[in-house]
Each structure stands twice: as structure tokens, then as C-alpha cells.
């Protein structure tokens, strides 16, 4: 009798409480109720992995129409690239397909030493933990990764890394959001959600990215790394912790004015080819470049870059409802009664992503003109679709819309001044107070700095 009493003790709190992140989206807030820390035990495993002498695919998922995801993936390499119609053309699994396609364009499952069969087992597994949220999901993942794909084309780049740090470029662009809980990382510290406490409130959700990645690889068909020497593992390792932390928008200041640093003293060899000869210097700009995929919405095509922001929007708004559950004040641009959409894009767009991409366009010139002008044009349809602010001071509209665009104003002057001194901890924390969306000023009173060294 003893023993089936701690039995059910034991089912309780470790079976029934566990869930996986993306079912505990749809249901119960992440901060609703204690939970285990055995956070690994809460991992997916996608449904049947490849085995030894199985055929992969031609484009590593099984597929009904296999001839219109061929016609499709003929544009993989252009910037008009809809990960939305890709998930729909794999079945449901994008970010398995993207990640086969380009790896196999790109020879690196042979200069790598990764088989086929280890790399789509290891990607179907990420796939599986990415969460069902609005945004931060599968689709978005390999969005980022064909984004990757992309930027690593710029004539300025071509032969600059090598294929073992090519490999990890697109390993953390695919890695960078898994287990996202689709909410952002003040909201965790705030309502002292276990990862926060875990992670001491430090790049919360980044940090958990990559534990869920690097224990996937544990599983040995799903080793992606298995084939490499000690040194290289620890290489990929070392780096890919470095641009999966650098994707927390509270370094994007610090990001920022390292990359401008690399722009005013560039240095190029024959035919306009970056010289990094330093490894911070490399590092440095694969981080740019993984944060520049990450925010590369607002410069994809328009119907595409409303597309995503009807995604994120709706994840934010979310966020506000369970802050509005919690008792907590509603973050500004999460309150679904009181939307601010166009004003609050045109800030963000004007203030964060434009600073970044031109900073980058001049870093790899003349390759981003297809991204800084659809950028504009962008921006130029949300400024055609703001409604006028209203006057009244009771108006939350306005007080939620000019509360977001003070913080991003902030931010731009911030990123004009010269950040680069002693201080630069304070203009992270400001950032994250300014241009991470769901944050309150009190809320942010309670993080502190991050810092990528």
C-alpha cells in the first residue's frame, strides 16, 4: 500500500505535470503553476527515427506532391522566399526540408562528415520542440535558417568561413528559438518562472535554446556532431553558444556598435572579400549575421512581412492576456483591446531593424539593396495605415503607443551615440527596457544587465 501511495505521488508530479513547452502554450501560462525542474524529461521526440539503409527523401521529408515542392524550392536562394507555403508544400515540417535542402547545397554533410540519416533525425527532433505559438515555431525557424542561407551569399563573404563554420551559422540560425514558451524573457523573470530562476534571469529563453539542442545531440542517431574530432565539436559548441545568445534583443546596442567597429575598419583582399584574420572579429560578424536572419521580417516582400506580423502580434497579444490573468500590468503593444499595430511597427522598424541592416549593407555593400529598400517600402505602408493619435490624455491607445515609441526613440539615440565606452551594461538594460516589446519599466527594474563577451 506504501508503494503504490509514493507510485501516485510520483505519477502526479512528474508524469502528469510534465508537459511539453508547446502544449503548455495553448493551455496553462507557464508561470500558472509549480513545475519540475527536470526540464530535459519534458523533451519531444518526433515519431519514428531513420534508420540505418532507409532511402531519405529527395528533399528529406515524405511528401504527397513532391514535383510542386521541387518548383517551389527553386527560389531558395532568393530573398521573396515564403516559409509559410513551405511548411504547407514538407508536410507540415519545414524546417526538416530547409535544413536538407541547403546542407546538401552546400556539400556539408560531406565536408562536415554528418550523414543524411543523423542530420534529418537531429532536425526532425529540434522540429519537435519547436512550440505551436504564433510566431516562434517551426516556420519561423527555418525562415531564419533560408535567411542565413541567403546572407551567407553576399559576394563580400564568398569563401570567408569555412565549411565547419558555415555549418554552425546555419545550426544556430535553426536552433535559436526551440522550446521558445512564447512569451518573452521579462515575463519569466517577473512572474519567476522556473527557467528564469534556473538561468538567473540572465538571456533566460536563449539559454534554454541551446540546452535543448546540445541534449538532443545526446541521442546518437540524432548526433550531428558525432563524426567531428574533439576540437571541432568543442569549436561548433563555442560558437554557436555565441550566436544563439547574440539573437537576445538586449544586445542588440552592444551588437550594433561591434558591428559598426568591424565597418570603420573594414578591411578587404582582391574582389571585395571581407579579411577577418582575428577569431572575435569572425565570431562577431556570424552573430550579426544570425540576428540580421532573426529580424529579417520587416525586409522580406510586404505581403510576407505583414504576414509575420500578424503572427507576432498575436503571440504578444497572448502575453497580455496572461499578464492580464496574473494581475500584472499589460505590456505595451500586448493589449489586444488596445491595439497600436501600424505606429508601433514604423518605430521598429525605423529605430531597430533599419540601423542594423544598413549598418550591415555597408559591412557586405552592395549586397543588402534588395533588403534596406524593401525595408523602406515597408515602413512606408505601415506610415499609410497609422491612424492619427488621439488627443485625449485618457486614451490607452495613445498612452500604450507613445510608451513604445518613447522606448524605441530611446534606443535609436542610444544607437547613434558613441556606445562603445565603459557603460555599455546600462544601454543593455536600457535596450531591454526599450525595444523588447512585453516589458514593463518596473519589470525590467528586476533584470539584470546581460553581457556577451
Same mark, same amino acid.
Given at each position: 500500500m506504501t508503494f503504490l501511495l509514493y507510485w501516485f505521488i510520483f505519477w502526479l508530479y512528474y508524469v502528469v505535470d510534465d508537459q511539453n513547452?508547446?502544449? =503548455?502554450?495553448? &493551455?496553462?501560462?507557464?508561470? $500558472?503553476?509549480? !513545475?519540475?525542474?527536470?526540464?530535459?524529461?519534458?523533451?519531444?521526440?518526433?515519431?519514428?527515427?531513420?534508420?540505418? &539503409?532507409?532511402?531519405?527523401?529527395r528533399f528529406g521529408v515524405n511528401v504527397d506532391d513532391e514535383g510542386s515542392l521541387e518548383t517551389f524550392l527553386g527560389n531558395i536562394h532568393d530573398w521573396n522566399f515564403d516559409s509559410f507555403h513551405l511548411t504547407q508544400l514538407a508536410g507540415g515540417n519545414p524546417l526538416v526540408c530547409i535544413c536538407y535542402v541547403v546542407f546538401k547545397s552546400r556539400d556539408l554533410f560531406?565536408?562536415?562528415?554528418?550523414?543524411? !540519416?543523423?542530420?534529418?533525425?537531429?532536425?526532425?527532433?529540434? =522540429?519537435?520542440?519547436?512550440?505551436?505559438?504564433?510566431?516562434?515555431?517551426?516556420?519561423?525557424?527555418?525562415?531564419?535558417?533560408?535567411?542565413?542561407?541567403?546572407?551567407?551569399?553576399?559576394? &563580400?563573404?564568398?569563401?570567408?568561413?569555412?565549411?565547419?563554420?558555415?555549418?554552425?551559422?546555419?545550426?544556430?540560425?535553426?536552433?535559436?528559438?526551440? &522550446?521558445?514558451?512564447?512569451?518573452?524573457?521579462?515575463?519569466?523573470?517577473?512572474?519567476?518562472?522556473?527557467?528564469?530562476?534556473?538561468?538567473?534571469?540572465?538571456?533566460?529563453?536563449?539559454n534554454h535554446h541551446l540546452?535543448?539542442?546540445?541534449?538532443?545531440?545526446?541521442?546518437?542517431?540524432?548526433?550531428?556532431?558525432?563524426?567531428? $574530432?574533439?576540437?571541432e565539436r568543442q569549436l561548433v559548441?563555442?560558437?554557436?553558444?555565441?550566436?544563439?545568445?547574440?539573437?537576445?534583443?538586449?544586445k542588440h546596442v552592444q551588437s550594433l556598435a561591434n558591428l559598426r567597429t568591424l565597418v570603420e575598419t573594414k578591411k578587404v583582399v582582391e574582389e571585395g572579400v571581407l579579411l577577418l584574420d582575428n577569431y572575435v572579429d569572425r565570431v562577431e560578424v556570424m552573430g550579426c549575421l544570425v540576428h540580421c536572419a532573426d529580424l529579417s521580417n520587416p525586409s522580406r516582400p510586404q505581403h510576407l512581412a505583414v504576414h509575420w506580423t500578424k503572427c507576432v502580434m498575436e503571440e504578444f497579444y497572448h502575453q497580455g492576456d496572461e499578464e492580464r490573468k496574473l494581475g500584472l500590468p499589460v505590456s505595451p503593444m500586448m493589449d489586444r483591446n488596445n491595439p497600436s499595430i501600424e505606429r508601433c511597427q514604423v518605430a521598429f522598424i525605423d529605430l531597430i531593424c533599419q540601423p542594423l541592416w544598413e549598418t550591415w549593407g555597408e559591412l557586405v555593400h552592395?549586397?543588402?539593396?534588395?533588403?534596406?529598400?524593401q525595408l523602406e517600402e515597408n515602413k512606408h505602408y505601415w506610415e499609410l495605415r497609422m491612424q492619427p493619435t488621439p488627443? $485625449? $490624455?485618457?486614451?490607452?491607445?495613445?498612452?500604450?503607443?507613445?510608451?513604445?515609441?518613447?522606448?524605441?526613440?530611446?534606443?535609436?539615440?542610444?544607437?547613434?551615440?558613441?556606445? !562603445?565606452?565603459?557603460?555599455s551594461t546600462a544601454l543593455e538594460q536600457s535596450l531591454e527596457t526599450s525595444c523588447s516589446p512585453g516589458v514593463d519599466v518596473k519589470q525590467a527594474e528586476l533584470k539584470p544587465a546581460n553581457r556577451y563577451e
Open positions: 513547452p508547446a502544449d =503548455q502554450w495553448m &493551455g496553462n501560462s507557464p508561470a $500558472s503553476k509549480p !513545475r519540475s525542474l527536470s526540464l530535459f524529461k519534458r523533451l519531444v521526440k518526433p515519431r519514428g527515427s531513420i534508420d540505418e &539503409g532507409t532511402v531519405i527523401p560531406q565536408s562536415c562528415k554528418i550523414t543524411e !540519416r543523423t542530420a534529418v533525425n537531429y532536425f526532425a527532433a529540434i =522540429q519537435a520542440n519547436y512550440a505551436t505559438t504564433p510566431y516562434h515555431n517551426k516556420t519561423h525557424a527555418a525562415d531564419v535558417v533560408q535567411a542565413a542561407h541567403c546572407l551567407l551569399q553576399a559576394p &563580400g563573404l564568398e569563401g570567408l568561413f569555412s565549411s565547419l563554420e558555415t555549418f554552425t551559422i546555419l545550426f544556430a540560425a535553426a536552433i535559436h528559438d526551440v &522550446g521558445h514558451l512564447g512569451v518573452n524573457n521579462s515575463f519569466l523573470v517577473q512572474t519567476q518562472h522556473e527557467l528564469a530562476t534556473l538561468y538567473h534571469d540572465e538571456s533566460v529563453q536563449e540546452a535543448v539542442a546540445f541534449r538532443l545531440l545526446l541521442d546518437h542517431d540524432c548526433n550531428i556532431l558525432g563524426n567531428l $574530432s574533439l576540437d559548441r563555442k560558437i554557436a553558444v555565441s550566436l544563439v545568445m547574440a539573437t537576445d534583443l538586449a552592395p549586397a543588402c539593396k534588395v533588403m534596406l529598400d488627443t $485625449s $490624455s485618457t486614451s490607452s491607445v495613445s498612452d500604450d503607443t507613445g510608451a513604445v515609441t518613447r522606448r524605441l526613440t530611446s534606443v535609436g539615440e542610444l544607437v547613434n551615440e558613441e556606445i !562603445r565606452e565603459e557603460g
